[in-house]
């Protein structure tokens, strides 16, 4: 994870009414009711003494870097689970993930001939928003799951409860993920001049073996070229920038990975690079837009279908008044039946404001359904339609898709139906893990990375 060059991001007023804790005067939507206060202060006051699991420098490298992808010339990959849990804090659940995402990047940097930024969905994602605040089965009524940082999924009265306790165990498990992640990076994990090394098992079997294969040869073939042209290693080959994001929505936690670092001005939240708001939570008088306001890192808004131009241009006001670069992204998650009529009112209306934003398509979150055998789930095909459209309303309007957000997994796992292997609602019992959203597996992931390269170069 490299240094930054702040000095080309130009200074942005610090807002003089915020302090990481004015988000309590807001209506704050979808925090769960601690029973016992006083052991939840004692952890926000632990949590406040541990040591940060990112760096300013580090916020501050993304931040530049997603500056640059909102002048076109990068592209974004932000991707993992839509909920990570204890349980899965795992060698073989981070590496696989980590691997599909190094795969798709490299297959998005060699057909798009543009560097990838890559933010991963983890070390971190452990909150979840839900619609509604009870469950019920059988007669019996209890406060819903939001995530193994509030409480757990087993459906009993003590399992529910909100444990505050819970925000230490995130963060020691939020900081061994990204302890992990670091250190197969700086190890060489994703050194380019042996991409082979990242084949997860499947690779042979797949029906998209072939085309990976063809890439993974025609990369190494290029990198001993440069290597010959330059009669030397060319050494930032051997290591890649990854990032980390989750969606804030545990306040109390977020508040307390709140920090003042020496020599910086301003508050970040140091529990990750890259937080954002979602679509449940993005009022714009509510306590997380409030929170968000006073952050100084990189910082992402779910935009659903019932966003308006008006509401979305305030909400750019608010939350980048100075119109500072990389500061904000904008994932729009309409669903692919709903795209082509929402979202070019809002392209055009930030157009017309002039006002700097990086465009993500999130093709998952509009597209979940329910099929008769009770799964959730998402059809491939409805993914990548809302995917193909986003470019194409992006280039009718004039503005650019610089990303793309997406739920997935290293894991054989069977939640989406479609893809290269035509998964149908019968298989999603045999491998179906997912305590919340539909991921997609490591071949859909990867058919995912190619079909955006084949509708760039169109
Ligand atoms: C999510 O990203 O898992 C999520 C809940 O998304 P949204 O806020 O867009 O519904
Ligand atoms: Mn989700």
Redesign the pocket.
């Known amino acids: 994870m490299s240094s930054s060059n702040e000095r080309s991001l130009h200074p942005v007023n610090l807002p003089e009414d915020w302090q990481p804790e004015s988000w309590r005067t807001r209506p704050a939507k979808q925090l769960p009711t601690y029973p016992d206060q006083a052991a939840l202060a004692a952890v926000q006051e632990e949590l406040r003494a541990l040591p940060p699991l990112v760096t300013s420098w580090e916020i501050l490298s993304l931040k530049q870097q997603l500056a640059e992808a909102q002048e076109g010339r990068r592209f974004l990959l932000q991707g993992g689970d839509?909920a990570e849990n204890f349980g899965d804090c795992t060698s073989d659940v981070i590496s696989n993930r980590l691997k599909v995402l190094l795969q798709m990047s490299l297959v998005l940097v060699h057909g798009m001939r543009l560097p990838v930024v890559r933010v991963g969905r983890f070390a971190g994602q452990y909150a979840?928003?839900r619609s509604a605040d009870t469950e019920t089965r059988d007669g019996v009524t209890l406060p819903c799951y939001r995530g193994d940082v509030v409480n757990a999924p087993a459906f009993t009265p003590e399992a529910r409860i909100p444990d505050p306790r819970r925000m230490v165990r995130a963060h020691a498990r939020s900081a061994m993920t990204m302890n992990f992640v670091r250190s197969l990076i700086d190890g060489g994990f994703a050194d380019l001049h042996h991409p082979e090394y990242w084949g997860l098992e499947w690779v042979g079997e797949s029906p998209l073996a072939e085309e990976y294969q063809r890439m993974v040869s025609g990369l190494g073939d290029a990198v001993r070229f440069m290597e010959t042209l330059a009669g030397t290693q060319v050494h930032n080959l051997n290591r890649v920038d990854f990032y980390t994001s989750h969606?804030a929505l545990l306040l109390p936690y977020e508040e307390a990975n709140t920090r003042q670092v020496p020599r910086q001005w301003g508050w970040f939240n140091l529990s990750t690079h890259f937080p954002w708001i979602?679509?449940?939570t993005a009022a714009l008088d509510g306590a997380h837009v409030e929170y968000f306001r006073g952050l100084r890192n990189p910082i992402g808004v779910?935009v659903?279908p019932t966003s308006t131009p008006d509401e979305l241009l305030r909400l750019i006001d608010v939350l980048n008044p100075d119109d500072e670069p990389g500061r904000l992204s904008l994932i729009h998650?309409m669903g692919a039946t709903q795209i082509a009529e929402r979202l070019p009112a809002l392209l055009e209306a930030v157009r017309r404001s002039g006002r700097r934003v990086l465009w993500i398509c999130?093709p998952m979150?509009g597209n979940t359904e329910s099929t008769s055998n009770g799964y959730k789930t998402r059809r491939f095909d409805n993914i990548r339609s809302e995917i193909e459209q986003a470019f194409d309303l992006h280039a009718a309007a004039g503005t650019r898709l610089g990303g793309v957000h997406l739920?997935l997994t290293g894991e054989d796992v069977t939640e989406c139906m479609g893809g290269a292997r035509a998964l149908t609602e019968t298989d999603l019992e045999r491998a179906y893990k997912s305590q919340v959203?539909p991921r997609l597996n490591y071949e859909q992931a990867l058919e995912t990375a190619m079909l955006i390269v084949r509708k760039q170069v169109q």
């Open positions: 839509c979840k928003p969606e979602g679509v449940r779910k659903g998650r999130d979150h739920e959203d």
